[in-house]
């Protein structure tokens, strides 16, 4: 529905809208600090307050026609972020794909703790890192093959 919306309103190369795993790590950190100072309102109402809020001021900054204001938001700044994003995910990642349970550490604390309880519960891993490390190694040469390929065939690669 958003992006329905969206498009009437403003355009930005910028601004993505719908489930993506950054906008669900900050709306899951929210919740959780409302759930820390009130614990009586339910979950599912704090992230459906946020959207509507996020909705609301985004509506907003489009019926303004200020969607010019995304260009001073830095490159540098929105790279750096996705990136610090995409290693916290990865980071959270790592121990179930290993098949290290969640029981024995926070997968949800900050990225260095989780780095360095997975390297200390390596000896925990279970068969599933054979899956896992397989799928995630056939992956990747997949993906190396269809580079290869597209180097060697230009005229057969994705546009």
């Not at 349970?101 to 279970?126: A, C, E, M, Q, W």
Request: hydrophobic letters at 50%.
């Amino acid at each position: 529905m958003g992006v329905l919306i969206y498009w009437f309103f403003a355009t930005s190369k910028d601004i993505t809208i719908g489930p993506v795993a950054v906008m669900s790590t900050i709306v899951g950190n929210v919740v959780l600090k409302v759930q820390e100072e009130h614990p009586d309102i339910d979950p599912a109402i704090v992230a459906s307050a946020l959207a509507i809020i996020c909705g609301a001021i985004i509506t907003f900054i489009g019926l303004i026609r200020f969607g010019w204001i995304v260009n001073f938001i830095p490159l540098t700044a929105i790279s750096a972020f996705m990136t610090g994003s995409a290693i916290s995910i990865c980071a959270g990642q790592v121990p179930n794909l290993m098949g290290i349970s969640s029981k024995l550490f926070d997968t949800r604390g900050p990225t260095y703790t989780v780095i360095i309880n997975t390297l200390k519960h390596l000896p925990d891993s279970k068969l599933d890192a054979a899956m896992g490390l397989t799928a995630l190694t056939m992956l990747y040469l997949i993906r190396f093959a269809c580079s290869y390929g597209a180097k060697k065939m230009p005229h057969r690669a994705k546009t």
